[in-house]
């Protein structure tokens, strides 16, 4: 038996009786418990501006680029040149980050390998971008046989060591900028082109039925709206990706003198530089470049993750 | 199972092959020939050619493709040119096992430190616990694994005599050089855990078992584990890789005399036969690791256990 | 019909459980009553977001503490206070006192262990018993439950098994422990038709065997018909009417029990007649309205519905029900004079 019948009974009575008539109904209760739908991108947009940490990255790549573009400015001296009676001077106010053993201003260096470690970053993710795009893009389209064989042979690459390819190339082209963009561009290609086929794929079954359901142009109006922002999604994740990867391999292989060459700086250059003066007090040497490679790739991977979380439909509220 | 374990077996060995074959070529595509490096001044022609002869240089290239595979198969890597009295062979079996024990110990402490890292972040979801250790996480991602070995070198290495830096023989010699290799593998691996297992505790079956009053450590440890850990076995092929391509670069920072240190000194000094060599035995490694993951997780995931017996 | 005897097993006496969202508090149950007799089977029927689930896992102490809470309220089982217990306390009660099965089979099993494993766990905590005592007891309900070859089929995985016998699978690992009470969160939602019956059936079995005391979560009305003793209908966080099985299909009080006996459909209806459901949405409980919860969806509302929380009536000794509808002074509305749709076994 319920309960609570008893305790109620005597609240009843104070209920004034002119209340015990029917109510109007006009049918107004459905639209009462929609919630305003938001579009895709602003959706995506709220989530990532919620991560905090998300958002930390993003300034702090907008502000590694914006030094890297002003910074060698800053100061009047040149990237290049140095004044030897000046080599391992520390920090101070003429030269903010210190020397390095040929008297060259660090500050004017580290931001100057904030160009080139930032450029060959970018330069990377951009081919492998086309690369893929074209390759996955057109084994997905083509589907059936041809994209059987184009995977496979994909599958196959994706075994290869991709650092260790890297430096293989390196060993065979001359060190260089550009060289270390083709190096990088040709083996980091293979899971942007994995991602845009499936991307394609999906595409595509989403393309015939909506097809079969949906006469004439409509369709290209669904794709554009609906399809194409979600796809574009894990597609701009793994760019942002692959650009701390980038950065990686180019420092690495300045470590095993494979890197841009003299007197062009990169701060993977910087870095070896620093390995034979470490046992020394010229800290200068080694923190800079390690602060400045640490706090991109830091940057770039968290904005990335933070990226990934947003742009997932699942996660949508 | 056997079919499984055959159609394995000889992708590894097409995978090892198209790697050799790429390497063979690609050194060979490089300018100049090994004997530009030699004394100053460069050598006379006549001596050049008896060199190129000497080291079967002067065949076409595809007879001397097929001629190293055919050594190959016994293990014959080919004389250095750049050391003379030695054989690649016998450089890298010096500096086999300081390679070992450094890479088998980042693997071993990188794989156990980031499991428990996981597991407790998974469980504290969402408190201090679960914050810090993800931002080590990454943290161990973002600061390359070279860049860790020189800040470790500088102030801790430099600071206290405990840990020595320079040559190599007791197990102090690899406290830090492990340390800096496995910052990444033990980020990967503590993020991919940890994701597992907060996925895995949200599954049905483990709301049954603590409907049936299972106390919550058996929860994790019998239920929860096993299934959180699969996808971490699916890893361990690329974390080997790149644990293998990191000792390069670490063996170099902390003068470790293993197979990484030649390797790097042979990129140097244009070295070809050893930097092939070198490739192909990590290629070798790897490839292989690759199959024994394959064959592991084939093993402890009953699902795919009994399809096969099924078949 | 059968008579229980009225002694009750576990009551549950003004229970509100709420969520803490990003959004604020759900309150998902707000003021559940109800008592459960030994042996018998009580149904609580009412549509998703109702808060039968959470009843039920607040029973077995199982909804997790943040972001959950049990706000306040009493469970009394055999006469011990449920909510006082911790969390130790409450691992005994569980698979031992009270099982639970869950709705979907395919996911409630852990798939990298056998099913004798899983059965033979909730024997850990006796113990006394020796490995093949284990085993014993093991092979004994998986027979009990009606799987063939119980001493070869415990070595074997969950994928092995098809959805119904998973479903038996998991009935057995609930009743290993002999527990007082057995709640079943739609057990059957899942499944084919045809397995449904079964299991039913077995449900009786047991029931008939052990004595065992079954709440029974579905929005199911026909398994409601063929298995309860009483039927508790929750809407919006309430229990809105409670009977016995006669009082529920064949004089219904409350508007929404009319409502969903009407929406179902019959086999011998006019194909050509339109699908009658209730038109409208639950309330959102984030924040529930002031009246009756029914409400806006209700075709007899009043304005003291909308104003005013309806108290509880009671109909006969064990039937009651929250509706103002009830109280002298409401018009005297006939409802249409149909039966219910299901016919009682």
């Known amino acids: ?246 950065i990686f391999a180019e420092a690495f292989l300045s470590f095993l003198g494979l890197g841009v060459q003299a007197p062009i700086a990169s701060w993977g250059t910087m870095a070896n530089d620093a390995l034979g003066v470490l046992n020394t007090g010229y800290w200068w040497r080694l923190v800079f470049p390690a602060v400045m490679i640490s706090l991109t790739m830091f940057a770039f991977n968290v904005f990335g993750d933070g990226l990934r979380d947003a742009l997932d439909p699942k996660m949508r509220r | 199972m056997g079919v499984f374990i055959l159609k394995r077996f000889v992708a590894m ?121 993800m931002i080590i996480a990454v943290l161990g991602i973002s600061i390359p694994n070279f860049i860790l070995a020189m800040i470790f070198i500088k102030y801790i290495g430099l600071q206290f005599d405990f840990f020595p830096v320079a040559r190599w023989g007791t197990w102090r010699h690899v406290i830090l050089p492990a340390l800096a290799l496995s910052s990444g593998p033990i980020a990967i691996i503590a993020r991919l855990t940890r994701s597992n297992m907060l996925e895995v505790l949200n599954q049905d079956y483990i709301r049954t078992a603590k409907a049936k009053g299972i106390s919550p450590t058996r929860i994790v440890m019998k239920h929860a584990l096993r299934n959180a850990l699969l996808p971490v076995v699916t890893i361990m092929g690329a974390l080997t890789a790149s644990v293998l391509t990191g000792s390069f670069v670490i063996e170099r920072i902390f003068a470790v005399p293993g197979v990484g240190r030649y390797f790097v000194e042979s990129i140097s000094n244009r070295d070809y036969p050893m930097i092939m060599a070198t490739t192909v035995v990590y290629s070798a490694i790897l490839v292989f690791m690759m199959f024994i993951v394959d064959l592991v997780y084939g093993i402890i995931d009953p699902r795919i256990k009994l399809h096969k017996k099924e078949g | 019909m059968k008579e229980k005897q009225n002694e009750p097993i576990l009551d549950v006496s003004d229970l509100h459980v709420s969520f803490q969202t990003r959004n604020g508090e759900v309150q998902a149950v707000r003021g559940v009553n109800f008592s459960l007799n030994k042996g018998e089977t009580l149904a609580i029927v009412g549509e998703s977001g109702c808060g039968k689930s959470v009843t039920a896992q607040s029973i077995m102490r199982l909804i997790p503490e943040p972001p959950g809470k049990i706000k306040q309220g009493s469970i009394s089982l055999k006469g011990k206070e449920l909510t006082t217990y911790t969390e130790k306390q409450m691992r005994n009660v569980r698979g031992s006192e009270i099982g639970m099965i869950f709705q979907d089979p395919m996911t409630s099993l852990n798939p990298v262990l056998t099913i004798g494993e899983q059965i033979s766990e909730s024997l850990l905590k006796n113990p006394n018993l020796t490995k093949s005592d284990v085993t014993e007891k093991v092979t004994e309900i998986l027979r009990l439950v009606g799987i063939a070859n119980p001493s070869e089929r415990l070595k074997q995985y969950p994928h092995q098994f098809s959805g119904g016998m998973r479903q038996r699978i998991m009935i057995a690992m609930a009743l290993v422990n002999e527990p007082d009470v057995l709640i079943a969160d739609e057990p059957t939602t899942a499944l084919d038709v045809t397995i449904q019956a079964q299991i039913i059936d077995l449900f009786k079995d047991i029931q008939k065997r052990t004595g065992i005391a079954i709440i029974l979560i579905t929005h199911d009305l026909g398994l409601v018909a063929q298995i309860a003793d009483r039927i508790n209908v929750m809407y919006a966080g309430r229990v809105i009417e409670s009977g016995l099985v006669k009082d529920i299909f064949y004089n219904p009080k409350h508007p929404y029990t009319k409502g969903l006996l009407k929406s179902v459909p019959r086999l011998d209806d006019d194909r050509n007649q339109p699908l009658i459901p209730i038109h409208g949405t639950p309330p959102d409980l984030l924040s529930p309205p002031k009246g009756c919860p029914f409400a806006r969806r209700c075709d007899y509302a009043m304005d003291v519905c909308i104003q005013y929380d309806p108290e509880s009536t009671q109909v006969t000794k064990q039937h009651s029900v929250r509706c103002w509808l009830q109280d002298e002074r409401a018009k005297k509305i006939t409802f249409p004079s149909d039966g219910p749709k299901i016919t009682l076994l």
């Open chain 1, 1 to 246: 038996m319920d309960n609570s019948a008893k305790a109620s009974k005597k609240h009843a009575q104070n209920i004034p009786d002119d209340l015990f008539t029917p109510v109007n109904k006009n049918g107004d209760n459905e639209a009462e418990f929609m919630r305003p739908s938001v579009g895709f991108w602003q959706d995506a947009w709220f989530r990532l501006m919620k991560n905090k940490v998300a958002v930390l990255g993003l300034i702090l790549i907008v502000i590694m680029i914006i030094m890297a573009i002003i910074g060698p400015w800053l100061t009047p001296y040149d990237y290049r040149e140095g004044v030897l009676s000046n080599q391992n001077q520390p920090p101070s106010t003429t030269h903010w980050f210190g020397t390095d053993e040929l008297g060259r201003d660090m500050f004017t260096r580290v931001w100057y390998g904030a160009r080139v470690s930032l450029f060959i970053g970018f330069a990377a993710a951009f081919i492998e971008f086309f690369i893929g795009v074209s390759y996955g893009g057109l084994s997905g389209y083509k589907g059936g046989r041809v994209d059987n064989i184009m995977m496979r042979f994909v599958d196959v690459l994706y075994g290869l060591p991709y650092l260790l390819v890297v430096i293989l190339l390196m060993v065979v082209m001359d060190p260089g900028v550009f060289t270390i963009i083709v190096a990088l561009s040709l083996t980091g290609w293979i899971g942007m082109a994995r991602i845009v086929r499936g991307q394609v794929l999906q595409l595509k079954s989403n393309e015939y039925v909506l097809a079969s359901k949906v006469l004439g142009g409509s369709t290209s109006r669904i794709v554009r709206k609906h399809l194409l922002p979600n796809s574009m999604g894990p597609i701009i994740v793994s760019m942002t990706l692959t650009v701390p990867g980038a």
């Open chain 2, 13 to 133: 060995i097409i995978t090892l092959l198209i790697i050799i074959t790429l390497t063979f070529f690609l050194m060979h595509a490089a300018p100049g020939d090994p004997f530009d490096f030699d004394a100053e001044g460069g050598i006379s022609a006549q001596a050049r050619e008896n060199l190129m002869i000497h080291y079967g240089l002067d065949q076409p290239t595809h007879i001397q493709y097929f001629n190293y595979i055919k050594n190959l198969a016994t293990l014959d890597f080919g004389p250095s040119m750049v050391s003379r009295s030695r054989t690649v062979d016998s450089m890298i079996a010096n500096g086999f096992p300081a390679s070992l024990v450094l890479g088998f110990t980042t693997l071993i402490f990188s794989v156990i430190s980031g499991i428990i890292l996981g597991v407790i972040a998974a469980l504290r979801h969402n408190r201090m616990v679960d914050y810090v250790t």
